[in-house]
């Protein structure tokens, strides 16, 4: 059985336009749809637990709305009576994908990741996905508060398309951050480009060069100045591109690919390749032993909080199952 797209639901618009975003990729890839709700409060937070048919209602109500505007789309939903840390990174572990909505700040572009995001962003088994309504891409916060009790509005969102679903961008690029070359960059890129794929989209390959580090350190001004090395090395630079993304090329010949090399700071370098093209931005990152721990590393960290499409958060150490990834980057 295949596994589902879950999406972490808590009646804001913020996780109506997630669902909505998740209902649409769940149907492009020919994947089942899986609501959650963990209706229990994190330690020392207010206001108290609401009670479980408060909770019912809400995943009812979301349901409801998502079965309406996306039909085709295997549908189910469940509420988990735990904490939502702890409940989402469990189903983290039985998803293909987790989905969260996230707030803006004002009129900053990024996710309010707050005590929820980090946590799972940094221990799910899955990809975590981070997605804001069209009203938080503008620069607003939506407004708190629970769905219409006839889901209509959020329906006709989701089919129509109006910012608050979440798709403005779904028709842009998948940018993919490519800071590996070896097999630790297979699931990052096998979900570039089987997301691609499915979307009719091309991918743009990112890498900036600079030290020998490459990504996230500062560049120093000598080597910049020697244009000799400086050419020698983005030389070099190109062809580890190159030669990464041969066999994904082979493997997914519908899909096109832009590789975008560049002299700078990662983040800086992934950000002003993302701004104009992305669909959606994908980011790896390392295993995350510590059980407590929420660091995600700078890079995934700068993007959270400045990107304006979508964040795909990849774990550089699972398996999606999608066959031998690209036959193991073609040994």
């Given at each position: 059985?295949?596994?589902?797209?879950?999406?972490?639901?808590?009646?804001?618009?913020?996780?109506?336009?997630?669902?909505?975003?998740?209902?649409?990729?769940?149907?492009?890839?020919?994947?089942?749809?899986?609501?959650?709700?963990?209706?229990?409060?994190?330690?020392?937070?207010?206001?108290?637990?609401?009670?479980?048919?408060?909770?019912?209602?809400?995943?009812?109500?979301?349901?409801?709305?998502?079965?309406?505007?996306?039909?085709?789309?295997?549908?189910?939903?469940?509420?988990?009576?735990?904490?939502?840390?702890?409940?989402?990174?469990?189903?983290?572990?039985?998803?293909?994908?987790?989905?969260?909505?996230?707030?803006?700040?004002?009129?900053?572009?990024?996710?309010?990741?707050?005590?929820?995001?980090?946590?799972?962003?940094?221990?799910?088994?899955?990809?975590?996905?981070?997605?804001?309504?069209?009203?938080?891409?503008?620069?607003?916060?939506?407004?708190?508060?629970?769905?219409?009790?006839?889901g209509a509005e959020g329906a006709r969102a989701g089919r129509e398309g109006d910012g608050d679903s979440g798709d403005s961008g779904d028709a842009g690029e998948v940018v993919v951050a490519i800071k590996d070359a070896g097999p630790a960059a297979l699931p990052l890129l096998d979900f570039a480009f089987t997301t691609a794929a499915a979307r009719g989209a091309a991918v743009r390959a990112v890498r900036a060069w600079g030290t020998p580090s490459l990504f996230g350190a500062d560049v120093p001004d000598s080597l910049e100045a020697n244009a000799g090395a400086s050419k020698d090395l983005?030389?070099?630079?190109?062809?580890?591109?190159?030669?990464?993304?041969?066999?994904?090329?082979?493997?997914?010949?519908?899909?096109?690919?832009?590789?975008?090399?560049?002299?700078?700071?990662?983040?800086?370098?992934?950000?002003?390749?993302?701004?104009?093209?992305?669909?959606?931005?994908?980011?790896?990152?390392?295993?995350?032993?510590?059980?407590?721990?929420?660091?995600?590393?700078?890079?995934?960290?700068?993007?959270?909080?400045?990107?304006?499409?979508?964040?795909?958060?990849?774990?550089?150490?699972?398996?999606?199952?999608?066959?031998?990834?690209?036959?193991?980057?073609?040994?």
């Amino acid at each position: 059985m295949a596994r589902p797209l879950t999406v972490g639901v808590d009646g804001s618009p913020q996780s109506l336009a997630a669902a909505h975003w998740a209902a649409r990729e769940a149907e492009r890839r020919g994947l089942p749809l899986r609501l959650v709700h963990a209706w229990i409060n994190e330690p020392l937070l207010v206001p108290p637990d609401p009670d479980e048919e408060v909770a019912r209602g809400l995943l009812d109500r979301t349901r409801a709305t998502i079965a309406e505007a996306h039909p085709e789309v295997p549908l189910s939903a469940g509420l988990l009576p735990e904490v939502a840390t702890t409940g989402l990174a469990e189903e983290s572990g039985r998803a293909e994908m987790l989905v969260l909505g996230s707030r803006g700040h004002g009129p900053v572009l990024g996710f309010l990741l707050g005590s929820v995001g980090l946590p799972v962003i940094a221990h799910a088994a899955c990809p975590v996905v981070l997605v804001r309504s069209g009203r938080d891409r503008d620069g607003r916060d939506g407004p708190d508060g629970e769905l219409p009790a006839d889901g209509a509005e959020g329906a006709r969102a989701g089919r129509e398309g109006d910012g608050d679903s979440g798709d403005s961008g779904d028709a842009g690029e998948v940018v993919v951050a490519i800071k590996d070359a070896g097999p630790a960059a297979l699931p990052l890129l096998d979900f570039a480009f089987t997301t691609a794929a499915a979307r009719g989209a091309a991918v743009r390959a990112v890498r900036a060069w600079g030290t020998p580090s490459l990504f996230g350190a500062d560049v120093p001004d000598s080597l910049e100045a020697n244009a000799g090395a400086s050419k020698d090395l983005e030389g070099a630079e190109a062809d580890v591109l190159s030669g990464v993304l041969a066999p994904w090329r082979r493997r997914h010949p519908e899909v096109p690919v832009t590789e975008h090399l560049r002299f700078g700071n990662a983040a800086e370098v992934l950000l002003s390749a993302a701004l104009p093209h992305a669909g959606l931005v994908v980011v790896g990152r390392r295993p995350h032993r510590r059980l407590l721990g929420t660091r995600i590393g700078p890079v995934v960290h700068a993007v959270l909080h400045h990107a304006w499409a979508p964040v795909a958060v990849v774990p550089y150490d699972i398996d999606h199952g999608s066959g031998n990834g690209a036959d193991r980057a073609a040994a």
